[in-house]
């Protein structure tokens, strides 16, 4: 009997063996089958045979690394003030003024066009690429083929996949050039192929779209996404914020908003300990990290980044970016 049990666990052990390996190697098994599948839809969608041959020549897995940068995004792993403090330090903020004394006559039609505030665009540029310095080696098609593959969001990056096709079979970009982030994000202000079909723009009237290298297509672009999402040009981001006498609130979050009257009423006060702003505004109060962390005050626009990139962080530096070039840019003026 106990030959028959232990006989019984070995072939069991097997079974799971195999069953493991075979689990491990079957993305890159398969990955030949779905690519086969996914571009007959494409085919389907219009996407011409000769852009899907030059799009995935080469093309014979997904890139492991682009799986590991999924598992491990900044925004998950770091704490809100540490990725603030790598992200708005002195060299980019006196890059952000440079780059508003460098082009003011397009940043004013910009601005003046889609009502968004140049110190706002010009700081998504800088948290973005670093003002076009360091916007991404990927091969977009190759990074969005592998997200699509993988199956922890492959239905959002397959779209994706079909919209960088079209880009590709609308001659905006030539395929070499079409260049981005481990998560296909694009371009000098990181468009995923979606956002470029619905937001980006030809603001220098040449037939393409260009957010690699025209600077009037990426800030004309960045500002009438932000517009679209419905930036309000009348209203702040938000402010950091500290409570009188070191009262303790519990942070209502996004989902809650009150009036600032309120927030100055319960002790919440400027960062500089003076009050609140006296408008007619609804704010949220956010902790992202915790009591012992920065509090911030945030209103509409705040949601509007968030729209930009899901991220409080990425939002929050943003917003601090701005303040801090536009109130170089206020003083000079």
């Not at 890159?28 to 089958?33: C, E, L, P, T, Y």
């Not at 481990?182 to 470029?196: K, V």
Request: net charge neutral.
């Amino acid at each position: 009997m106990r030959f028959f049990c232990c006989l019984i666990l070995v072939l069991l052990s097997v079974a799971w063996l195999l069953s493991s390996s075979a689990v491990a190697t079957a993305p890159k098994n398969d990955f030949g089958k779905w690519l086969g599948e996914f571009q007959a839809e494409a085919r389907s969608a219009g996407i011409t045979q000769q852009t899907l041959t030059a799009a995935f020549a080469g093309v014979n897995g997904p890139l492991p690394v682009v799986i590991e940068l999924d598992r491990n995004q900044p925004e998950l792993t770091q704490s809100l003030e540490d990725y603030v403090r790598t992200r708005v330090g002195d060299r980019r903020i006196t890059q952000g003024r440079k780059m508003l004394s460098r082009y003011p006559t397009w940043l004013g039609r910009v601005e003046k066009k889609y009502g968004v505030p140049r110190s706002i665009i010009v700081a998504l540029w800088g948290i973005e690429t670093s003002y076009g310095a360091y916007s991404g080696s990927f091969s977009v098609i190759h990074s969005l083929a592998t997200l699509a593959h993988d199956g922890r969001r492959s239905s959002y990056f397959r779209k994706e996949l079909l919209d960088a096709l079209h880009i590709l079979d609308a001659d905006h970009i030539r395929l070499k050039r079409m260049k981005g982030s481990w998560a296909g994000a694009m371009g000098q202000c990181q468009f995923m192929p979606s956002s470029f079909r619905n937001y980006a723009v030809d603001a220098d009237g040449d037939g393409r779209i260009n957010i690699w290298n025209s600077i009037p297509d990426v800030l004309s672009s960045a500002a009438n996404y932000l517009k679209q999402l419905g930036w309000q040009y009348d209203q702040p981001w938000g402010h950091p914020v500290t409570f009188l006498g070191g009262n303790d609130l519990d942070p209502s979050g996004l989902e809650t908003a009150f009036p600032l009257l309120h927030w100055q009423t319960l002790g919440v006060r400027m960062n500089d300990g003076s009050d609140l702003p006296k408008r007619d505004l609804h704010a949220s109060l956010l902790m992202p990290d915790g009591q012992s962390g920065q509090a911030y005050l945030v209103y509409d626009n705040f949601r509007v980044l968030m729209d930009w990139n899901n991220s409080t962080a990425f939002a929050v530096a943003v917003g601090t970016l701005s303040d801090l070039i536009g109130h170089k840019e206020k003083a000079n003026n």
